[in-house]
């Protein structure tokens, strides 16, 4: 059974840029999260995702969205990036009591 | 509002002695709480989960976890560390089983021959 699948592995992106990441869930889960992880800030919460809804939605700028797909892949852009989104994001997905996680993107801004 | 605190930073142990993560956690509700464990350029995996079935649960390679509500703590202990446990902890909680999940700062675990 496939894994998370999580693309690109590496991004390098210019301040002021948008980027858009990929997140291909396991087989027959439809929720799909998605952490920023940093240095500074630890893991922290960005959205969720059920059936193409966002569920929950952490606290970040509007800068920060994403969306779902039907069949369950998931996107998150970050549009106007800034110096400080440079970090390590990671999607999840998860059935009835249990979370994966992919190995996640590392983005860097320059 | 729902927080956990993970106690040490940073863990250092021989090879074959104990390990004890130490977490506490603030719930308003009966929470969920978890124990993941990320190794270097790795994804997060899942060491146990409690959701208010056996206060002392058992995960995978050897490490069990017990809930204590008096303490509001859930601390993460093995018997002997190996030195394929050196990786960063996660003590987790969340309210909304696995919708949100809001983690601890981490502690590293060093193990030492």
């Known amino acids: 059974k496939a894994g998370v699948t999580q693309t690109p592995r590496y991004l390098i992106k210019t301040r002021g840029q948008q980027v858009t990441l990929s997140c291909s869930p396991i087989?027959?889960?439809?929720?799909v999260s998605w952490y920023q992880q940093t240095p500074g800030q630890g893991l922290q919460f960005l959205f969720e995702?059920?059936?193409?809804?966002?569920?929950n939605k952490g606290n970040f700028p509007g800068r920060f969205s994403g969306r779902q797909f039907s069949n369950s892949r998931s996107e998150m852009n970050v549009s106007t990036l800034e110096l400080g989104d440079s970090a390590l994001y990671l999607c999840a997905s998860s059935l009835e009591g249990q979370a994966f996680f992919g190995q996640g993107t590392r983005l860097t801004v320059v | 509002a729902q927080s956990v605190t993970q106690l040490d930073s940073h863990v250092s142990v021989s090879e074959g002695t104990p390990v004890l993560l130490r977490c506490n956690y603030s719930s308003s509700y009966s929470p969920s709480l978890f124990w993941y464990v990320q190794h270097p350029n790795k994804g997060l995996q899942l060491l146990l989960k409690y959701t208010s079935a056996a206060t002392l649960v058992k995960g995978i390679n050897g490490f069990e976890a017990e809930f204590k509500k008096s303490e509001t703590s859930f601390h993460l202990t093995k018997p002997s560390a190996h030195m394929s446990d050196a990786a960063e902890y996660f003590c987790v909680v969340s309210n909304t089983g696995f919708q949100k999940l809001v983690f601890g700062t981490g502690t590293r675990l060093l193990v030492s021959p």
């Open positions: 995702y059920f059936s193409e809804t966002q569920r």
């Open positions: 087989s027959g889960h439809r929720s």
